[in-house]
């Protein structure tokens, strides 16, 4: 069965940067990576930032206001992924 391009669905939108979820195989059927995200349709990994503890890092539901922080933090931004 062919599939169809679907958005990805917005974890975090502040300040002007929109991040979202990677999916495998860019296919949104699938479950998203869990420590994986899109800025300006360029990709990164969460744990790169630096800014969380293993245990915040493996709480999936932190993940939001750990990018948060990393905005307010300047770390992530549309132009460029400072980290």
Sequence with gaps: MPWT???????????????????PDDISDNKPLDYWYEIACREFDIRELGIATP?????????????????????????????
């Design 5 to 23: 391009y679907a958005e990805p669905e917005t974890i975090v939108e502040r300040r002007g940067v929109i991040i979202n979820h990677v999916y």
């Design 55 to 83: 245990d915040e890092l493996h709480n999936l539901s932190a993940h939001p206001a750990l990018l948060c922080k990393a905005i307010d933090l300047g770390l992530l931004v549309e132009e460029d992924l400072s980290f």
